[in-house]
């Protein structure tokens, strides 16, 4: 195979391997809202069908809320980053996403960015600084009286949430010596617990039965209270499949099984009317999204993202940095998948009702059960997304170091891009100091843009990311989000 790129009347003709480098076309500046077309033709008729009954929509309704939420979740990512300390959070609603802030100026930069701007009187940094407070007082919050704790960004204010009467979950608060001013006490009729005996998604057992979150290089994600380290496993027929290699309960609710050689993961949930949803990648959904999870029990079922990073005060232990929604789910569900689209979002932990009459239901996100044990998520294209956090990043076609101060971009290869004549998988590795905040991006030609296409932004100084595309030109964008220094970024092209 060769790459081949056009400047004028010239050609390069490149090797195997090879990093086509040009100058930048022209009219390039670079672009952080793709276009969402894509993702809602890769929508699965299943999931469409899913929402339109539990979302009460239209077929055209569910695919224009589809792309409604792609577009704000992407619009969202970005302005967190830009709006540094005065982004207070952002949410999807019916007329598109609203983002809160701390100040006049970043309610101008919102709008700016096409969402609708609202002046708040607490950063998000200052709201997760009290849930962390009181995550750390979990221990005196009683289960039974206080199914957990979260914050809200739609109300500015933490909420604790109380079983009837409330006075044990004010007096949780005044012991953790928080601002009460930002600490809304919300009675509930919720009892979270663990579903524990039938798993969503494909069933295995270890004694009892649980199910297989997401496929990963080698084996399967899963929730954490399942099973313990050693625990072994057997497949839905019962023949010997696995062993858990990893597990943690409570703090986290996550775990994973190392699959025998007899068993293939594959980039698929089962969607419990004869067939797979495909997994494209692991994208992290806004608050307000749409989300749909597959379980044993229930089969697909769908709802919003209410919430993200709450504690859930099982009566086995309290488990923090869940995500709460409101689709509902039952014992037998626990363990299952959740997508958005065609993007992992986590695996089932709990939930509190049921699907006759409603209820709220937790999943651990699952892009930090990769982080963890260094797992590579199974996608369509056999792609991993994310990586192991990088370690040097070796073992790519080329390597491009740099340096960059906090703020600033630097597009590689050697400020100018690439070229790909085919179809193929695009890698990339960055590799950055100690202490700073480094995000990577891939961006593709539009013929009149660059748009971001691919994106990993944890909150270390190491990033990886892999993203199957058509022919075309691409670069890839080094950001400092916060921190400076030298870098170096591994790539590998079709």
């Not at 950063?123 to 005196?140: N, P, V």
């Not at 997401?214 to 929730?223: I, L």
């Not at 806004?286 to 005060?313: D, E, F, H, P």
Request: aromatic content about 8%.
């Amino acid at each position: 195979m060769r790459r081949v790129l056009t400047l004028a009347a010239a050609a390069i003709l490149l090797p195997v391997g090879a990093i086509a480098v040009a100058v930048t076309p022209a009219a390039a500046a670079p672009q952080s809202t793709p276009d969402t077309a894509a993702t809602v033709t890769a929508a699965s008729s299943e999931m469409l069908a899913a929402m339109q009954r539990d979302l009460d929509l239209s077929p055209t309704e569910a695919r224009t809320r589809i792309a409604r939420d792609d577009k704000g979740t992407r619009t969202d990512a970005s302005l967190r980053k830009t709006l540094g300390a005065s982004y207070a959070g952002g949410w999807m609603t019916a007329d598109g996403l609203v983002v809160a802030v701390t100040g006049k100026a970043a309610a101008d930069r919102v709008r700016a960015a096409g969402a609708r701007a609202t002046i708040v009187g607490r950063s998000g940094a200052e709201l997760d600084r009290i849930k962390a407070t009181l995550d750390r007082h979990a221990t005196q919050a009683p289960a039974g009286a206080v199914p957990g704790w979260y914050v809200d960004v739609t109300t500015n204010t933490v909420v604790v949430l109380a079983s009837g009467d409330t006075a044990a979950a004010s007096a949780f608060v005044r012991a953790s010596r928080v601002d009460a001013a930002a600490v809304r006490v919300v009675t509930t009729t919720e009892s979270p617990q663990l579903l524990y005996d039938v798993r969503g998604g494909d069933a295995y057992y270890m004694g009892g039965r649980c199910s297989v979150g997401f496929s990963v290089t080698g084996g399967f994600v899963t929730a954490g209270h399942c099973g313990r380290t050693g625990t072994a496993t057997q497949g839905y027929n019962q023949v010997a499949q696995g062993t858990f290699r990893g597990s943690s309960f409570p703090g986290n609710d996550y775990g994973w099984v190392q699959t025998n050689s007899n068993w293939t993961p594959q980039p698929w949930v089962n969607n419990y009317s004869g067939g797979n949803v495909t997994v494209a990648g692991s994208t992290e959904a806004a608050v307000g999204a749409a989300v749909c999870r597959s379980g044993s029990t229930t089969g697909w079922r769908c709802g919003t993202i209410q919430a993200k990073n709450q504690t859930v005060n099982y009566a086995e232990g309290s488990v923090s940095g869940l995500t709460r929604t409101n689709a509902c789910a039952e014992p037998g569900d626990s363990g299952g998948s959740w997508l958005s689209g065609q993007q992992a979002q986590g695996v089932t932990s709990g939930g509190s009702g049921n699907c006759s009459s409603g209820g709220t239901t937790y999943f651990q996100p699952v892009n930090e059960i990769l982080s963890a044990y260094g797992l590579t998520l199974r996608t369509s294209g056999g792609g991993n997304e994310p990586p192991p956090p990088p370690t040097g990043c070796s073992g790519y076609e080329s390597t491009y170091t740099g340096s960059i101060s906090a703020g600033q971009s630097r597009y590689q290869p050697n400020g100018s891009y690439y070229y790909s004549s085919v179809s193929g998988t695009h890698r990339g590795c960055l590799d950055g100091p100690t202490g700073v905040d480094f995000d990577l991006y891939l961006q593709k030609w539009s013929g009149s843009a660059w748009v971001d296409v691919a994106g990993s932004y944890s909150s270390g100084p190491d990033e990886s990311l892999t993203y199957n595309g058509t022919a075309g030109y691409y670069r890839f964008e080094v950001h400092a989000y916060s921190g400076s220094g030298s870098y170096s970024l591994g790539i590998t092209n079709p």
